[in-house]
C-alpha cells in the first residue's frame, strides 16, 4: 500500500494544521481516519474474497484431477477383469464341450428309463482303476 514514514507523517500534519486552522483539524483527522479504515476495510475484504477464489479454483482443480485418477483406475480395473474374464469364459466354453457328448449319452438313457428315476448321470473320467473287490482292500492295507 502507501508507504509514509515518521517524517512525511509530520510534515503532513503542518501543512494540514496550516491549511486548515486549529479548530477543523480535528474533525477533518476523524474524517482522514474513518477514510482510511474503509479503504483498509475494502482493500481487505477485495483480498479474502480472491483468497476464495482461488481457494475454490484449487479444490475444483483438485477434483478434477481425483475424478481423472478415478476414472484411470476404473479402466484400469474394467480391463484386469476382461482380462482375467476372457480365459475363464474359454475354459468354460472347453470344459461344456467335453461335458455335453457326455450328458447327451445320459440323456439318451433317461429317456429310455435306464437311470434312476429318470435322471441324465455323466459319468467322470478317474484318475486310476478303482476296483470294488474286498480282496484287493485287503491287500493294499
Same mark, same amino acid.
Given at each position: 500500500?502507501?508507504?509514509?514514514?515518521?517524517?512525511?507523517?509530520?510534515? @503532513? #500534519? @503542518?501543512?494540514?494544521?496550516?491549511?486548515?486552522? +486549529?479548530?477543523?483539524? +480535528?474533525?477533518? =483527522?476523524?474524517?482522514?481516519?474513518?477514510?482510511?479504515?474503509?479503504?483498509?476495510?475494502?482493500? &481487505? !475484504?477485495?483480498?479474502?474474497? *480472491?483468497?476464495?477464489? @482461488?481457494?475454490?479454483?484449487?479444490?475444483?482443480?483438485? %477434483?478434477?484431477?481425483? =475424478?481423472?485418477?478415478?476414472?484411470?483406475?476404473?479402466?484400469?480395473?474394467?480391463?484386469? #477383469?476382461? /482380462?482375467?474374464?476372457?480365459?475363464?469364459?474359454?475354459?468354460?466354453?472347453?470344459?461344456?464341450?467335453?461335458?455335453?457328448?457326455?450328458? =447327451? *449319452?445320459?440323456?439318451?438313457?433317461?429317456? /429310455?428309463? &435306464?437311470?434312476?428315476?429318470? /435322471?441324465? /448321470?455323466?459319468?467322470?473320467?478317474?484318475?486310476?482303476?478303482?476296483?470294488?473287490? %474286498?480282496? !484287493?482292500?485287503?491287500?493294499? =492295507?
Amino acid at each position: 500500500m502507501i508507504e509514509i514514514s515518521f517524517g512525511k507523517l509530520v510534515l @503532513l #500534519a @503542518l501543512v494540514a494544521l496550516i491549511v486548515l486552522g +486549529p479548530e477543523k483539524l +480535528p474533525g477533518a =483527522a476523524r474524517t482522514a481516519g474513518a477514510l482510511l479504515r474503509r479503504v483498509r476495510s475494502g482493500w &481487505d !475484504n477485495v483480498r479474502a474474497e *480472491v483468497e476464495r477464489e @482461488l481457494e475454490i479454483e484449487e479444490i475444483k482443480r483438485t %477434483a478434477r484431477e481425483a =475424478a481423472a485418477r478415478a476414472e484411470a483406475l476404473q479402466n484400469q480395473l474394467n480391463d484386469g #477383469a476382461r /482380462q482375467v474374464r476372457e480365459p475363464l469364459a474359454g475354459m468354460v466354453d472347453e470344459a461344456t464341450a467335453m461335458v455335453r457328448p457326455e450328458a =447327451a *449319452v445320459g440323456q439318451e438313457g433317461a429317456e /429310455q428309463g &435306464d437311470g434312476p428315476s429318470g /435322471q441324465v /448321470q455323466a459319468e467322470l473320467p478317474l484318475a486310476g482303476p478303482v476296483s470294488h473287490d %474286498a480282496t !484287493n482292500r485287503d491287500s493294499a =492295507a
